[in-house]
């Protein structure tokens, strides 16, 4: 540096500033601080050389993304919830029924079918009868 007063730096690579103690990070630090040349401190939820990596604490699920600190964006009409693990099913299960795979209900005792509408009897409805609840 020259002229003490108000000093005239040369800096060498990596740094910047009037007095050369302003880290360069070439690729910036986008979540995060440029702390030495080219060395970023990520701030929490956040990874990767230059922190744009989100960082999710349990795992997405089935397909499921890490699009933001510990926010999964799930693959649409399949999975919901915080971390992808809820089967989503277009139709409702009905009677009891729970939707436990994608579109895909696993249906309560006594009822069957895509979406468990369909009652399940034993005993033969007699002269034309037709089963409209279960047993």
């Known amino acids: 540096c020259t002229n003490t007063t108000t000093p005239t730096c040369v800096c060498p690579s990596g740094w910047s500033g009037p007095t050369c103690t302003t880290p360069i990070c070439s690729?910036?630090?986008g979540n995060g601080n440029c702390t030495a040349p080219n060395t970023c401190?990520?701030?929490n939820g956040w990874s990767g050389a230059t922190c744009n990596n989100p960082v999710c604490s349990t795992a997405c699920a089935n397909g499921g993304t890490c699009?933001?600190?510990?926010?999964?964006s799930?693959?649409?009409n399949e999975w919901s919830g915080a971390t992808?693990?809820?089967p989503v099913c277009s139709t409702s299960c009905a009677n009891g029924g729970n939707c436990s795979?994608?579109?895909?209900c696993t249906c309560a005792t006594g009822?069957?079918?895509a979406t468990c509408a369909t009652p399940v009897c034993t005993s033969?409805?007699?002269n034309g009868g037709t089963c409209s609840a279960p047993n």
């Not at 699009?67 to 999964?72: G, L």
């Not at 795979?101 to 895909?104: M, V």
Request: net charge positive; charged share 5%; with cysteine.
């Open 84 to 86: 992808c693990t809820n």
């Open 27 to 29: 690729g910036g630090c």
């Open 111 to 113: 009822w069957s079918g």
């Open 74 to 76: 799930c693959r649409s």
């Open 124 to 126: 033969v409805c007699s």
């Open 101 to 104: 795979a994608p579109n895909t």
């Open 41 to 43: 401190s990520c701030n």
């Open 67 to 72: 699009v933001a600190p510990n926010t999964c």
